[in-house]
């Protein structure tokens, strides 16, 4: 699997409809597998979670179901990706805010 194919498999993580993070086993079950990938991978904590954001941006989520999302996604990767530790959280909102601003424009 190269980082496309990762980047195009965790959409697949979500519902189609109500776009949550591993509500359905087939989303489990795909979500687990990537997160092998990721760690296999050296795939960042940080990358995935700006992938899942961006992600959310673009289906207009409301604010709300991003920050449940999130907490989902970050929980569940964390287990094992490597971190960015040089991204305070500050610097790490800012990204986030980039990336809805250009998604939204």
């Known amino acids: 699997m190269e980082l496309r194919a990762f ?27 990537l997160r092998s990938w990721a760690k296999k991978n050296n795939v960042s904590l940080e990358w995935v979670e700006e992938m899942c954001l961006g992600y959310l ?26 971190t960015n530790d040089d991204y305070s959280d500050e610097k790490m909102l800012d990204v986030w805010s980039k990336i809805r601003d250009r998604i939204l424009i």
Request: glycine share 6%; charged share 35%.
């Open 57 to 82: 941006f673009r289906w207009k989520c409301s604010q709300e179901h991003v920050d449940e999302q999130m907490d989902k996604i970050h929980k569940f990767f964390e287990r094992g990706l490597v």
């Open 7 to 33: 980047k195009f498999g965790l959409r697949t993580c979500f519902g189609q409809q109500d776009k949550i993070f591993n509500s359905h086993h087939s989303d489990e079950e795909k979500s687990k597998q």
